[in-house]
């Protein structure tokens, strides 16, 4: 099992580009999260998908929008990127919600100029 | 706005000595409360969850919850070199759909 993984590792892109980050897990969790950690600090969730087919805002959704594409993908997009998006982004899953563990994908480390 | 506060760091202790880390949350619907390891450059792990007032064991970690303060802490007895990360608490909303992390204390084991 690959568990929780993210694609890209590392990105760089100008302010105004679009791009979006994939998510993908492969233990049957049912709910999936997008967090941004900024330097020195905790993680602040932007969305997440309780479970298929839906999506829900989190504390920071300002510039972002998903897609719960399926049970397995949940994709973070910025349509124009800015400055303060420059971050690192985690993809977390769970089985049923957030009452239990939640596994991190490695992270995409995000930077925009 | 739910708050999850922790202290910062660095917490200094020597190889060997018990680590105290602190945190203190803002929402009494809380119910779920975990602690999770984060080494530099790493994506976090969880160490322990405790969801009943009192204390919890396991192994070299002791988590502590008292809802009537708002209080939750971990213990990390005879504290090794690789404790050494920032560690974050975090806890879920009322309805348990979400995690709010505090910013995390940063822990250094000095050999």
């Known amino acids: 099992n690959a568990g929780v993984t993210q694609t890209p590792k590392f990105q760089v892109l100008k302010t105004g580009q679009s791009m979006t980050l994939q998510c993908a897990q492969d233990m049957n969790h049912n709910s999936m999260y997008w967090y941004r950690q900024d330097p020195g600090m905790g993680l602040r969730l932007i969305y997440y998908s309780a479970s298929e087919g839906t999506t ?15 049970k397995r993908e949940f994709s973070l997009r910025l349509e124009s990127a800015a400055p303060s998006q420059t ?27 | 706005q739910k708050e999850v506060e922790q202290n910062s760091g660095p917490l200094s202790v020597p190889e060997g000595a018990i680590a105290s880390l602190n945190c203190t949350y803002s929402d009494r619907g ?7 390891r984060q080494y530099s450059g790493k994506s976090p792990e969880l160490i322990m969850f405790i969801y009943s007032n009192g204390d919890k064991e396991d192994g070299r970690f002791t988590a502590q919850l008292n809802k009537a303060s708002q209080y939750v802490s971990l213990l990390i007895r005879d504290s090794q070199p690789s404790d050494s990360a920032t560690y974050l608490c975090a806890v879920t909303d009322n309805a ?6 505090g910013g995390g204390t940063r822990l250094m084991v000095k050999p």
């Open chain 2, 30 to 36: 809380s119910q779920s409360f975990f602690w999770y």
């Open chain 1, 87 to 113: 971050s690192v982004y985690f993809c977390a899953s769970t089985l049923t919600g957030g009452k239990e563990t939640q596994y991190f994908g490695p992270g995409t480390r995000l930077l925009v100029l």
């Open chain 2, 96 to 101: 348990g759909n979400m995690l709010t992390f």
């Open chain 1, 56 to 70: 829900d805002k989190g504390e920071v959704p300002n510039g972002y929008n998903v897609s719960r594409l399926n």
